[in-house]
């Protein structure tokens, strides 16, 4: 009898295979963005672009590969069939290591060196140049401190300095217009968190006894997660805040708004002798503009 049904079903479970992590692959670039299902968040950023894409190229480079190795096993049920005779080999003639060695280095370089040049330009382009948002007179600057398990953010407020009794002090909740560059400075009290933006393709550690940077540009308003992608304790999963974008106007006028309660809040506790609590609430930070 012959053993074409054996061969057949083998081929058709690695062809399965193949079309089931094809379809996943696939649906990273074909799910409708934004909306629940497989797929990346809606990206709604200026530079989330450079992020999608090395995901896109790198899902691209392994699902070739994966493609190849599944036709190559295919081809070696079917070409090693009873009637051919096994050979047995270790894998340790010359011919075999230098095969192996070679695959291996055309994958690291083509699949690793696409990944680390050009994300290397991307950090230097975008996400680590900071010359940029620092020196654009419309930027929003925020102080965010991460402790278990929840983020404060600080705003300067209308006189532009931290740490003044016009701050706006946020618990859980960002405000930032859209169309301007947001610089985050982020630190931790306790252990190390991680400040992510899932929608704008960017995230940073917060770590005790220092202070990371990161900023961003929103491209549309809504409201978006803000997620602690650090495991940092029992209650790390309730770690999530809320961004707003907002139209610039209206950011404006919140923030005109909540810096003035600030001042009356404060104004309130030096007239009821408990200013010395207030001090003692300034958990903020001198800005120091990142110079590279
Ligand atoms: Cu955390």
């Known amino acids: 009898m012959s053993n074409a049904p054996k061969w057949l079903s083998r081929t058709a479970v690695a062809l399965g295979a193949a079309l089931v992590v ?29 992020i999608d894409w090395l995901i896109k190229v790198t899902t691209i480079f392994v699902a070739i590969l994966f493609a190849i190795m599944c036709i190559w096993m295919v081809w070696a049920c079917i070409a ?13 003639s010359s011919h075999a290591i230098k095969t192996a060695l070679l695959i291996s280095a055309v994958i690291f370089l083509i699949v690793d060196g696409n990944l680390f040049v050009n994300s290397m330009m991307d950090l230097d382009a975008a996400f680590w140049n900071f010359k ?52 985050l400075q982020i630190a931790s009290v306790d252990v190390i968190h991680s400040f992510s933006l899932p929608n704008f393709r960017t ?12 900023w961003f540009q929103a491209t549309g308003t809504g409201d978006f997660d803000i997620a602690c992608t650090q495991h940092c ?34 104004q309130e506790a030096v007239r009821n002798g408990s200013s010395e609590r207030f001090q003692q609430s ?11």
């Open 203 to 214: 995230k940073i550690d917060a770590t005790p006894g220092h202070i990371n940077h990161l």
């Open 22 to 50: 094809l379809l996943i692959a696939g649906s990273a670039f074909a799910a409708p963005q934004g909306e629940p299902g497989i797929g990346l968040p809606r990206d709604f950023s200026v530079d989330g672009h450079r």
């Open 80 to 92: 090693h069939n009873k009637e051919h005779t096994a050979e047995y080999d270790h894998g340790t």
């Open 233 to 266: 304790g029992v209650n790390h999963y309730k770690m999530k805040a809320l961004l707003t974008v907002m139209e610039s106007d209206a950011y404006e006028t919140w923030a005109a708004e909540m810096s003035a309660e600030g001042t009356r809040r404060y």
């Open 132 to 183: 940029s948002p620092e020196s654009n007179p419309k930027a929003v600057r925020i102080e965010v401190n991460a402790h278990q398990w929840a983020w404060d953010f600080r705003y300067p407020g209308e006189d532009g300095e931290f740490n003044t009794a016009d701050d706006i002090v946020q618990l859980n909740e960002m405000r930032v217009p859209v169309g301007r560059p947001i610089i």
């Open 282 to 292: 300034l958990w903020g930070w001198k800005w120091e503009p990142r110079d590279f």
